[in-house]
């Protein structure tokens, strides 16, 4: 089986937030490390994410931002993307299906990483709540 890696680095991204409007955005990074001696082929993904309301999504899709990377062995591949959510805080995880070059396909996890806003922004969300 190959031996796949996965890291999330999200950010929140005041820029593009409006806690007035309950928008919270953030950026996410993600690094698909191929730590075997196969070549890879990221085929779909699909995500869960739940906000602080216990609001879920389930998000499907081909590939990753418009890609289905080859990733050699030893190699890795690093995409940006986006997520917003109606609360200050939330979860995000899920797993990508892969294939090798024998066409054997196999699905990754991608371990749960939280998106959280700043301090400040959560108060000012939770005091206009009541």
Aim: one cysteine or more; hydrophobic letters at 40%.
């Amino acid at each position: 089986m190959c031996r796949i890696s996965i890291k999330a680095k999200p950010a929140y991204v005041a820029a593009e937030s409006d806690p007035s409007k309950k928008r919270f955005v953030w950026s996410y990074e993600m690094t698909i490390l191929n730590d075997s001696e196969h070549i890879v082929q990221l085929l779909n993904r699909r995500w869960l994410i739940t906000d602080m309301s216990g609001r879920m999504e389930e998000i499907e899709g081909l590939g990753v931002v418009g890609m289905q990377p080859l990733i050699k062995p030893g190699k890795k591949f690093v995409y940006l993307s986006y997520c917003q959510l109606l609360t200050p805080q939330g979860t995000m995880e899920g797993s990508y299906e892969m294939q090798d070059l024998e066409e054997q396909h196999f699905n990754v996890e991608i371990p749960k990483f939280v998106l959280s806003a700043p301090v400040s922004v959560t108060k000012l969300f939770k005091s206009r709540l009541h």
